[in-house]
T-cell receptor, first 116, second 109 residues
Framework: GAVVSQHPSRVICKSGTSVKIECRSL??????MFWYRQFPKQSLMLMAT?????????EQGVEKDKFLINHASLTLSTLTVTSAHPEDSSFYIC????????????FGPGTRLTVT | GQNIDQPTEMTATEGAIVQINCTYQ??????LFWYQQHAGEAPTFLSY??LDGLEEKGRFSSFLSRSKGYSYLLLKELQMKDSASYLC??????????WGAGTKLIIKP
C-alpha cells in the first residue's frame, strides 16, 4: 500500500511555456502533499506544502505565481510551472502523507523537467 | 536555526558493515526518518525512530539518542545495490520534515 504516482516522469518543454505535473495517491487519502525539487547531487528542497481544499504554503524564496499548486482532492495535487525557463530544469518530486502518525511521507517517482 | 548533519560521502566494501551518522538540532522532535535514494529516483522509506534505541529491519538498523541529537543507520552484509544516497530527516514540532543533505554511499567489490 501507500503508493504515490507522478505524471509525467519526463518532460521537455520550450522556454516560456507552462508545464503541469500531477501527483496522485493511489491507495490512500492524502491530507497533505508536499512538492520538492532536487538539483543534481543535492538534497531535497521543499517548495511547498498543500492541504486538500486550501491554499498551499510556500517556502521562503519560492515564487507562488510561478509554481502554481492545486490540491483539488484527497488523492490529487498538481504543480504547474508557468513561463518556464532553463533554470527551472530540475527533478521535481511529490510526496504525500495520510496525516496520521508517524506522518511518514510516501514519495512519487519524480518528474525530470528539461526546459530548452 | 534547524540543522541536520551527515557525512557527504562514504565508501565501503561489499559484504562489510557501514554506519552512517546523523546529528540534528531542530525546533522540537517528532521522529527521525532514514530514506534511501538511488540516482535519478525518488527516496524510499527505510526506517523511523521516535524513541531511544535500536530498530532492526533485516540488514538495516537505525539507532536514536534524543538526548544527544544523534542517530545512525547501520547497513550489514553490504551489497552492490546498496550504493545510493541515504537521507536523514527529522520531523520538528510543526510536523515539518527537516532534511539532511544526504550521504552518498559507494560500495566497492
Amino acid at each position: 500500500g501507500a503508493v504515490v504516482s507522478q505524471h509525467p516522469s519526463r518532460v521537455i518543454c520550450k522556454s516560456g511555456t507552462s508545464v503541469k505535473i500531477e501527483c496522485r495517491s493511489l491507495d490512500f487519502q492524502a491530507t497533505t502533499m508536499f512538492w520538492y525539487r532536487q538539483f543534481p547531487k543535492q538534497s531535497l528542497m521543499l517548495m511547498a506544502t498543500s492541504n486538500e481544499g486550501s491554499k498551499a504554503t510556500y517556502e521562503q524564496g519560492v515564487e507562488k505565481d510561478k509554481f502554481l499548486i492545486n490540491h483539488a482532492s484527497l488523492t490529487l495535487s498538481t504543480l504547474t510551472v508557468t513561463s518556464a525557463h532553463p533554470e527551472d530544469s530540475s527533478f521535481y518530486i511529490c510526496s504525500a502523507t495520510t496525516g496520521t502518525e508517524p506522518y511518514e511521507q510516501y514519495f512519487g517517482p519524480g518528474t525530470r523537467l528539461t526546459v530548452t | 536555526g534547524q540543522n541536520i548533519d551527515q557525512p557527504t560521502e562514504m565508501t565501503a566494501t561489499e559484504g562489510a558493515i557501514v554506519q552512517i551518522n546523523c546529528t540534528y538540532q531542530t525546533s522540537g522532535f517528532n521522529g527521525l526518518f532514514w530514506y534511501q535514494q538511488h540516482a535519478g529516483e525518488a527516496p524510499t522509506f527505510l526506517s523511523y525512530n521516535v524513541l531511544d534505541g535500536l530498530e532492526e529491519k533485516g540488514r538495516f538498523s537505525s539507532f536514536l539518542s534524543r538526548s544527544k541529537g544523534y542517530s545512525y543507520l547501520l547497513l550489514k552484509e553490504l551489497q552492490m545495490k546498496d550504493s545510493a544516497s541515504y537521507l536523514c530527516a527529522v520531523m520538528d514540532s510543526n510536523y515539518q520534515l527537516i532534511w539532511g543533505a544526504g550521504t552518498k554511499l559507494i560500495i566497492k567489490p
